[in-house]
């Protein structure tokens, strides 16, 4: 049985779905990140990013950060949701990172200035229309391909896993998708899948609304920099 190591954020969606997908059975270890979970020794043994998900495979002997090389586990140990021949992979493969690199920290950047900057987005109209106008170029990005494809890659895969769970907040966003049609039916075709909805309930009673939080979590959380990296591996070391 898999280690799951979550927070209920989209990043941990991306790894609650594909197990649920591949049907393989998980202990889901919640990470307070609110309360500096993600500083403590034993889980910076398995994730020195102090940043979930992180997956340990026990009979592997391994142990996985970062979301987007999970999910590549994942497929890789299964033969799921990743197409074997060249062409085939690298075209998943290149959406994948497109996610990682793009789609991910672009909302993440977006819900910051939306949900937990210091006097609401208001106050900071520079940052939130940066990150707006971009988050809505990369529906244009993805509506490019699913105009012509049932999923980003063609067939159903790891790409969609991994990119779903960032558009799940797009009315929070306030992000329409009135001229992304080719959007609206890939998400909604995801959104019904029963292992995605199964998935989506992993945790659920770990997730924290958004916008409340207390000025020691805000600390917590958007508040850490290189000496408190630093400091966190020196308490591993102790």
Known sequence: MFDLYFASTPNGWKITIMLEECELPFNLIPVNLGTGDQFKPEFLKISPNNRMPALVD?????????????????????????????????????????????????????????????????????????????????????????????????????????????????????????????????????????????AMEAGKALQRPAGEMTEEQRKMMFGQSGSTVQQAAQDQAE
């Open 58 to 198: 026990p009979d592997a002997g391994l142990s996985i950060f970062e979301s987007g090389a999970i999910l590549q586990y994942l497929a890789e140990k299964t033969g799921k949701f990743m197409p074997s021949d060249l062409h085939g992979r690298y075209n998943v493969l290149q959406w994948l990172y497109w996610q990682i690199g793009g789609l991910g920290p672009m909302a993440g950047q977006l819900s910051h200035f939306v949900n937990y900057a210091p006097d609401g987005k208001e106050a900071h109209e520079y940052s939130h229309t940066r990150y707006a106008n971009e988050y809505d170029r990369l529906f244009a990005v993805m509506e490019r391909s699913l105009s012509e494809n049932e999923y980003l890659a063609g067939d159903y895969s790891i790409a969609d896993i991994a990119s779903w769970p960032w558009i799940v907040p797009y009315k929070r966003f306030e992000q329409s998708m009135d001229a992304y049609p080719g959007v609206r039916r890939w998400f909604d075709a995801i959104k019904v899948r029963p292992a995605v909805q199964k």
